[in-house]
């Protein structure tokens, strides 16, 4: 028989009937998937399922075996049976341990959902990976409801969701192709006999290009009804490329609860995203606010304290157009949308879906980045610190110079040249755009501009007398070359707002960080300081405060 495009694993009492007249679930799946795949591909697509499904925990036989080496990706129908069941665990672990799961920075394991099930109970390979849900989740009680083809009202649900899955799959059988081979073994009949196996599996593949993006967390925040389907495309995003979300199965409705599960959630978590649209969303018993503001909430307090040694970046996403349906939704958005205190790993969005899920993506190779570069950091100041501590070496090691381009008006000389000074009493190598003038063409001037920008360690925008739509055109220079840097990520980046502190200097609101000068220069810097410390200066403040 030919290799398969799809391997479907499920639990035999999954595809059971309620009523004599209806046909399995796992049946209907199987075949619109399969269908729906050949219309994808442009030929007949190879969906291979078992359709004389042995009991959960009979053993692992030949003919499965023989299916799982020969797929090209494996499609699991999640359950509370299935994630019982022996025999479903020994077809992950062979799909596994003979195709390997990740290809570049995608899985050949898709999840789907049928039933939900509970976090601890999923396979190791399944973590993060619950991304196709084909039930309904009801707002209160805790009860859901299947998407089953029967139902009118659920049916458009159903095939909404195994369009996803369509796509998804189909996307990735056509880009790495089935081996089709005509070489390739026929499957015996299906025997009761355990499979032995006498030479050794195939090696799982490794990923494609040494640009493939690291394995890495993400907290995708549960949200209110209306945006339900967008946290759906994100985690399947999210699982597609291997990367882990969380949660993976629904909150705990008792707030104390939900409290621990999420801390736990959020540790590892590099990080999170928070989608918000016009519904306030559910509050957990004994609670006072939303699940999505209590993550809100919890994941803020969790960022700041965690800045100095492992950052935790935030993503919040305010669906476009959103007003919100009452009172306390409408000020939840105003106070995002104004928010002042959102720190330089934050971004606030209010774009498509899709610039969405780009950002994200940008996100999480900037976060891994940023890791790198810490982890090379420490490396060379062990180095360094070994060799000058050496014999015939310096007595004291010498940390390496950091830049930081302080950008002003041509008018505030005077003024910024305490912040400077203040900088540079910290041992940041400090560069002015003022040093700007001594070039003689405004091309010449630019084309500096985006290199400091490009190279610096830090950017500071000095808010002293100049308008507010002056500093709003240096934040979106800024915000640009975020995007555009060849040096990795910026260690900070803040807007000083020099006192006095009133007026429009006092009431502008933008979604960049921003420090508000109230006394000297030397203690309001103290948090962007500490900020573009690294875990290896013996020096790092804390971002606190």
Known sequence: MPSHDVFVSYAH????????????WISIFQRALQKRLGQLLGRQAAVWWDRKRLSGNHHFDE??????????????????????????????????????????????????????????????????????????QEEAGGRFREYEIYDPALKPLFMATLEDLAQDVGRLVGQLGSDRSSSAPEIAPATSQPVVRTSKAPEP????????????????????????????????ELSARDHVALPSVAWSEEADAFETELSQAIDGVCLSVHMLGDKYGVTPEDGEASYPV??????????????????????LWIAPEATGANGRQQRLLEELRGDPTLGPLDELLEGSEEELKDRIL????ALDELRRQREERARQAVERDAHLLAPGGLSQ????????????????????????????SHGFDVISSLELQEEETESEREALHQRWLGECDGCLIYHGQSKV?????????????????REGPMGGHVVYVAPPVEGLKKR??????????????????EPFVALLRTPSDPEADSIAG
């Not at 040249?417 to 900088?423: C, G, M, N, P, Q």
């Open 13 to 24: 009492v999954d595809n059971e009937t309620l009523l004599e007249e209806q046909t399995g």
């Open 63 to 136: 003919t499965i075996a023989t299916a799982c080496e020969h797929a090209t990706v494996m499609v699991s129908v999640v359950t509370p049976r299935y994630l019982k069941s022996d025999y479903c665990r020994h077809e992950v672990d062979h799909f596994a341990a003979s195709r390997g799961l990740k290809v570049g920075d995608r899985s050949r394991l898709f999840m789907c959902v049928k039933t939900p099930v509970e976090r601890g109970d999923l396979f190791p390979q399944m973590e993060g990976k619950l991304g196709y849900e084909f039930f309904q």
């Open 205 to 236: 593949p490794t990923s494609e290009g040494a640009d493939a993006a690291p394995r890495q967390s993400v907290l995708v925040a549960t949200t209110a009804g209306d945006i339900k389907a967008v946290r759906e495309g994100i985690v399947r």
């Open 294 to 315: 209590l993550q809100l909430e919890q994941v803020k307090r969790m960022a700041a304290q965690r800045a100095e040694t492992e950052p935790l970046a935030r993503i």
């Open 362 to 365: 940008s996100k999480l190779r």
């Open 397 to 424: 090691p010498v940390l390496a110079v950091k830049k930081v381009y302080v950008i002003s008006a041509d008018a505030e000389g005077d003024d910024v040249e305490e912040v400077e000074r203040a900088l540079g």
């Open 469 to 485: 739509s002056w500093v709003r055109a240096q934040i979106d220079d800024v915000r640009k070359a975020l995007g555009h840097r």
């Open 508 to 525: 502008y609101r933008v979604h960049f960080p921003k420090l508000e000068g109230q006394r000297e220069p030397v203690q309001d810097l």
